[in-house]
């Protein structure tokens, strides 16, 4: 997508900007209204990425939505679509929006959504709009992790609702707004996507961002500065959001402006093991605290290579972190004994047999 036409979806409308995400979410609950349990009619896997027509193309045109783009009615009609029709379209003809609100998608979630999807097939509907320019292409709107997680299950289509909404400020709205209402939404997300829109001078500073988003101008100015860190640092807080929200990832910040990266990694594991607070961060930060300071752990511990989060009828019970070549550590917490005494059982069972 050229610059411009980037720009130009991004409008300097302060004024109108609750409204539109008023429009925006008012038009996804239309459509969410027209869906049926049971598609009248479904592509079979395979077949070409454009919807069927229908014998009588006329009929749809009398579907028509309130406020229907003129792109997206030109669409359906010569598709034959029903605003709210799902349909099945190639995985291969999705593709990222570059207005997604969301960067980091955790290997781990995606690994066990492709599993459920693999044995239950796809329950809910991905959400896409046209590539007018590339007929046969559509952005994803709503759904980029179930797209993910079918492709890494092997599957080749997509059930799909073909929304009417214009790649730009709206869609990055709504998928922002849609994010934060399903406690998706991290500060990491908003640090790379801002700095971003601000990098390609979409916007001249960050309180024109602001503006636009209507946020507080502060709320961007964290943001930014979290997205100073690397990438693979803010990968490490990435997966535990109840511990490294916006104000402790700004103090990891702060302290990797001044340490570096290897001296930050090792924070971000003190963090977690000795569940610090955002203040006592801050005093390490200030140099009120020494680093590497704990009562009862060696000030070197040894950094672990690799960390897969446990869970348990879809609750974080604790870890199994992997150190050097020879080394395991299995963490677990807030397990009733008879199911603690029963892994224990396995665990032991486990190493006898080798």
């Known amino acids: 997508m050229k610059p411009s036409q980037f720009a130009k979806g991004f409008q300097a409308r302060p004024d109108t900007t609750s409204s539109e995400k008023r429009t925006a979410l008012d038009r996804l609950n239309a459509i969410d209204g027209l869906v049926q349990e049971k598609p009248k009619s479904r592509e079979p896997a395979g077949r070409a990425s454009q919807p069927a027509p229908v ?6 045109a009398l579907a028509s939505t309130e406020n229907e783009s003129a792109e997206y009615r030109a669409w359906r009609i010569e598709h034959g679509y029903r605003p709210g029709q799902i349909i099945e379209l190639p995985l291969k003809a999705i593709k990222p929006s570059p207005f997604n609100p969301r960067h980091f998608y955790l290997k781990t979630s995606i690994a066990e959504l492709a599993v459920n999807l693999a044995k239950q097939g796809q329950q809910q509907a991905i959400h896409v709009i046209p590539d007018y320019a590339a007929p046969g292409s559509y952005y994803v709107s709503d759904g980029g992790r179930r797209v993910r997680a079918l492709k890494e299950a092997n599957k080749e289509v997509v059930k799909a609702i073909v929304v009417d909404l214009p790649i730009g400020l709206e869609s990055y709205k709504l998928g922002y707004d849609l994010n934060v209402q399903r406690d998706s939404q991290t500060v990491f ?13 979409h916007f001249q500073s960050q309180r024109e961002l602001a503006d636009h988003l209507g946020l507080d101008e502060s709320t961007v100015a964290v943001a930014l500065s979290i997205a100073k860190l690397p990438e693979p640092v ?3 807080m990435v997966a535990r959001p109840d511990r490294f929200g916006s104000n402790m990832a700004y103090q990891v910040g702060r302290y990797h402006g001044a340490r570096g990266t290897d001296a930050t990694l090792r924070l971000i594991n003190r963090i977690l093991a000795d569940d610090l607070s955002t203040r006592q961060v801050a005093d390490i930060v200030k140099g009120r605290a020494a680093p590497q300071e704990s009562s009862n752990k060696p000030a070197g511990r040894q950094r672990y290579a690799q960390r897969l989060e446990i869970k348990l009828d879809g609750v974080a019970v604790g870890d199994l972190k992997s150190y050097g070549d020879d080394r395991l550590e299995l963490r677990l917490k807030g397990l009733a004994k008879d199911r603690r005494d029963a892994l224990l059982h396995q665990i032991e069972e486990m190493l006898k047999s080798k």
């Not at 997300?189 to 001078?201: G, L, P, Y």
Request: hydrophobic share 40%; glycine share 0%.
């Open 234 to 236: 803010m990968h490490e």
């Open 55 to 60: 014998a009588n193309p006329e009929e749809a």
């Open 189 to 201: 997300d908003n640090a790379i996507v801002w700095k971003r829109f601000i990098d390609e001078k």
